[in-house]
T-cell receptor, first 112, second 115 residues
Framework: ELKVEQNPLFLSMQEGKNYTIYCNYS?????LYWYRQDPGKSLESLFV?????AVKQEGRLMASLDTKARLSTLHITAAVHDLSATYFC????????????FGTGTRLQVTL | EPEVTQTPSHQVTQMGQEVILRCVPI?????FYWYRQILGQKVEFLVS????????KSEIFDDQFSVERPDGSNFTLKIRSTKLEDSAMYFC?????????????FGPGTRLTVL
């Protein structure tokens, strides 16, 4: 059974600081997704990572994938308050209507 | 920008009652999904649907659950006899299988409260 674990579960950081969220998964997968969820809201797609060594960046967020280590990271650079949300990684596989297995989520709080 | 829509946004029901949650996926998408999220917990897969049949389902999706695409636009999740533990946020998602993506786009969710 695929397990997806994130750490930390909760992260409080000051504006302007850098930090990394880690996502480990237990079985081989060829695609990794990052989603953002604001309180009481839906899931917003941030990144899709499809191959070993893939790196994607959008604004202050950068995601990477190491399929050999079964590890993805979400790096936050110079955090701002607007990034406060819960971030989920999710693992999928190629194939028709492949389900996503979500991680536990990391609740990020950026303080002034 | 096209988006997935869901109705109702909040549904309150009595234990043992039937509920139907409705979703309108993005129009050119072919793959549809239901997930649920119990308050404060992670998102859990329920079922995926393609070409008018279930592709995959989880252990949660027992015989109390069913899905249907009654017409060309709606995708529904029915719970026949709700239990207290069915209280959760239910998300519909859709995707268009492309070689380098197949990102699943999520709707705003229906909050189901079973009393």
């Amino acid at each position: 059974e695929l397990k997806v674990e994130q750490n930390p579960l909760f992260l409080s950081m000051q504006e302007g600081k850098n930090y990394t969220i880690y996502c480990n998964y237990s079985t081989t997968s060829d695609r990794l997704y990052w989603y953002r969820q604001d309180p009481g809201k839906s899931l917003e797609s941030l990144f899709v990572l499809l191959s070993n060594g893939a790196v994607k960046q959008e604004g202050r967020l950068m995601a990477s994938l190491d399929t050999k280590a079964r590890l993805s990271t979400l790096h936050i650079t110079a955090a701002v308050h607007d990034l406060s949300a819960t971030y989920f990684c999710a693992v999928g596989n190629t194939g028709t209507a492949s389900k996503l297995t979500f991680g536990t989520g990391t609740r990020l709080q950026v303080t002034l | 920008e096209p988006e997935v829509t869901q109705t109702p946004s909040h549904q309150v029901t009595q234990m043992g009652q039937e509920v139907i949650l409705r979703c309108v996926p993005i129009s050119n998408h072919l793959y549809f999904y239901w997930y649920r999220q119990i308050l404060g917990q992670k998102v859990e897969f329920l079922v995926s649907f393609y070409n008018n049949e279930i592709s995959e389902k989880s252990e949660i999706f027992d015989d109390q659950f069913s899905v249907e695409r009654p017409d060309g636009s709606n995708f529904t999740l029915k719970i026949r006899s709700t239990k207290l533990e069915d209280s959760a946020m239910y998300f519909c998602a859709s995707s268009e299988l492309l070689p380098n993506t197949d990102t699943q786009y999520f709707g705003p969710g229906t909050r189901l409260t079973v009393l």
